[in-house]
């Protein structure tokens, strides 16, 4: 075979540089004819002692970012992705569906130590929930899931929950249709990256540290702040707040800050009338009392849990999101039993340092007292200190 | 696989690894063959059925076109090769597409159809290995090349993993020759192919998904209105995050065969400083246009039959051209524009033959090239036309109720990058990457990619996948 005669020659060549003044042939100048192979020139340099001053410098830089982020507090910790959650939703594809799982947003995430459940219970739950994002986006996967059998603790953080909110609800998609190539990366990460460097953290992503940068202000534009760091999280997605949370000051208040934002900026544009709040919050609790019922009809025990939270965090969800019209109701619809923070006094007298999560503490006594509720509510009776 | 993973990280070092070692070229290629069908399969298992069928076909399509005796035997072989391969695309990319616009088209006749969803996932890359196997059924049934003789060979060429899923688009002649013989990159090759990887995943990961991407979401994935800054912010950052992220692809591609010994042509030469539409698709997605133009626009006519049928072929190829990209009609629109422009800059030569710009006038056609450019991306970035009509809006200024959306640090990020993009096509425009690195100074480059490699792993990105493997 000869598929190189239609080479072109080199006074062709010279003849397309001269007219299309390229520096180089390719085959947009060899118009109608069979493309020869291509040749492609290593420029002269000492290419060894490139690589190798290449990779010094490279490895210098990241030994220095690594010290930075760890001298600001940070600690090598398992990242909170889609990928991590996809692997704790597949244990119920593969043979956990009897477990207890626990939804919800990041107060179940930061506030149940799984730890503490597995002493108290003998069995260590799977943990689901999802920063920033309604429980109901896993409920309804759960619920419509024959292979989930198992007992269902679902947070209901009010804005989130009857807003229907969902930040992180790409992960579900994510599960969905995670490739196997995204698979074998996981589990590369977690064996190779994530248990050994500490700037491997989506706040200390070099895109988002310039962000946040203190650049000036472009008027009209509101000067609007990410949410930062706040957990660690284990293997199995077992999280505690970050100790920088509530030992730094400064970083509390900057959390608190951020939370501030939220809480009183204007609202969005389906909830900015008291009628179209009443209908979010009517739409949430039917796709509450929808799944609850697929999850009940197939001996799925649920219990709703509402964790604590405090100053204006609390103040807000009261005033936009009345537990008469909120929790009440969905409790009432949806026939299952709940457990709201402010009816035992074994889940109150928490002090969440930025308002909203509990510190590991904190969250060790919150586990302990909330499981036995828990597993009172999943043999369905009322939890017997209830007020 | 992308290759901003870890999972490709591992795996080229492996494909690296087994391709060095002493084996016959046989089992090297064996190697190359297999390991590009994990590349493959680890997206979706499933589709690698596709990729056989068009490699089957095709190979048998050959082999029927040169045992032909008759004409029209071989034309039916070459029929064959273009309705499976354009089938096979057309069932999976353009299915919902096809059957929304009938059930549109009798909703406008007064008929009520509802069809059943088509919900067909689109195999990752179809749209770049069919247009490589085409290639090969049709240089031969044009004449402009043998087939194959080994199967081997053949199959590699189609499946080799630098260039399956998102190009360049290899003709056959350009690789199946480089598989005849033994191949093992020298020591400097596989340097300045890793260089070359470094260079791809930057302008990918930093540049395209870090800092581009998010000031082009903010604006074409939200409600709001922008103004003309925002709407041309947002635009010129999607024009350099498109580039980026699809140059940056090419030239891993490029780098990654580089390291196994092999050469991959030119995608991209510096577009943005073109002058001229011609100019620019000569510089564009070069193994694309380059295929149009020999399988499309040439057997159309061309420029051969007089004026007029020059521009039709011309539109056609273009409008097919913007289809090609998605299973919309704002592709369609995207490719249609860039015909029209180069029918209008093919009838203006023609008006002002004998013009010879100066210095500044070049420049200025140029400027005025790359903004023109950038009407046509709003097309191609805007999901649906009511958002490309509300950014165009902001563009030219209609935009009455518009409030400032993008932050200080996004307009910077995009002048700072987008302005040095395309500072620097305008300083390569008659260059090549290669010349301006032999000119370097070594400590130079060995700053700058170490740099570039720090960038890429503390930017810490997500795996995003590359913009063209949706086409």
Known sequence: MDMRRSEVSPEDQARYLRRGDYARVTAADRPGVAQPVPLREVPAQPWGRILLGAFVLFAVLIGVWEWYWRAWGAVPDYYNSNAEWAQQRRRIDNGEGNKTVLIGSSRVLFDVQLPVWEKLTGERPIQLALEGTTSLVTMENLAADPNFTGHLLVGVAPDLFFSGFAYRGDALKYYQKETPSQRIGNWLSRKLIEPYFAFFDEDFALPKVAKRQDWPARPGVPNRLDVRKLSVSEADRNTHMWDKVYTDVAYRDLARSIWAQHLNGPPPPDMDTPEKVAKAIETQIQRAVDATAKLRARGVEVVFVRPPDAGPYHEFDEHVFPRAKTWDVLLAKTGAPGIHFEDYPELRGFDPPEWSHLKPDDAVRYTTALVPLVERGFASETPASAK | ?471
């Open chain 2, 1 to 471: 696989m992308v290759f901003n993973s870890l999972t490709f990280v591992a795996f080229f070092a492996l494909v690296l690894v087994v391709h060095n070692l002493p084996l016959p070229w046989t089992w090297r290629k064996v190697n190359l063959l297999l390991a590009s069908y994990l590349f493959y399969t680890a997206w979706n298992p499933p589709f690698v059925i596709l990729l056989w069928i068009s490699t089957v076909v095709d190979w048998y399509a050959a082999q029927g076109l040169v045992k032909a005796k008759r004409e029209s035997a071989r034309h039916a072989w070459m029929v064959l090769s273009v309705v499976a391969n354009l089938g096979m695309l057309g069932y999976f990319k353009y299915g919902q597409f096809l059957l929304d616009n009938f059930a549109a088209m009798l909703h406008a006749a007064g008929v009520a159809y509802q069809p059943a969803p088509h919900d067909i996932v689109l195999p990752v890359g179809i749209s770049f290995y069919t247009f490589a196997t085409l290639a090969y059924t049709l240089d031969v049934y044009l004449r402009r090349a043998e087939p194959a003789e080994n199967f081997l060979d053949y199959a590699l060429f189609v499946t080799f993993f630098p260039h399956l899923v998102a190009g360049p688009i290899m003709r056959p002649t350009e690789l199946v020759p480089q598989f005849e013989q033994p191949r093992r990159a020298s020591a400097d090759q596989l340097r300045f192919g890793l260089a070359l990887m470094t260079l791809g995943l930057f302008n990918k990961v930093v540049l395209a998904d870090g800092f581009l991407a998010p000031v082009a979401e903010k604006i074409y994935d939200a409600q709001a209105i922008p103004g003309a800054l925002d709407a041309w912010a947002a635009t010129l950052a999607f024009s350099g995050q498109i580039f980026c992220d699809f140059a940056g692809y090419s030239t891993t591609a490029i780098g990654a065969a580089m390291c196994l010994g092999f050469a991959m042509p030119d995608n991209f030469r510096f577009p943005y400083a073109a002058i001229g539409f011609s100019d620019f698709w000569r510089r564009w997605h070069i193994t694309l246009s380059a295929w149009l133009r020999d399988y499309l626009y040439i057997p159309l006519g061309g420029n051969r039959h007089g004026e007029r049928r020059t521009l039709a072929a011309l539109m056609t190829t273009m409008l097919l051209g913007g289809l090609w990209h998605g299973a919309s009609w704002t592709f369609v629109v995207w490719g249609g524009l860039h015909g029209v422009y180069l029918a209008a800059e093919r009838l203006l030569r023609k008006h002002f033959n004998g013009y010879r710009p100066g210095t500044l006038a070049l420049v200025a056609l140029g400027l005025l090239t790359y903004a023109l450019v950038n009407i046509t991306w709003v097309f191609f970035r805007a999901k649906t036309f009511g958002t490309a009509w509300t950014v165009l809006g902001g563009m030219f200024g209609t935009n009455a109720a518009a409030k400032p959306i993008l932050s200080t640090f996004f307009l910077l990020s995009v002048a700072v990058i987008v302005g040095g993009l395309v500072l620097t096509h305008w300083f390569m425009r008659a260059r090549t990457l290669e010349s301006v690195i032999a000119r370097a100074h070594p400590a130079a480059l060995c700053l700058v990619w170490g740099l570039l490699a720090f960038a890429i792993v503390i930017a810490q990105g997500e795996g995003a996948a590359f913009i063209y493997f949706q086409f």
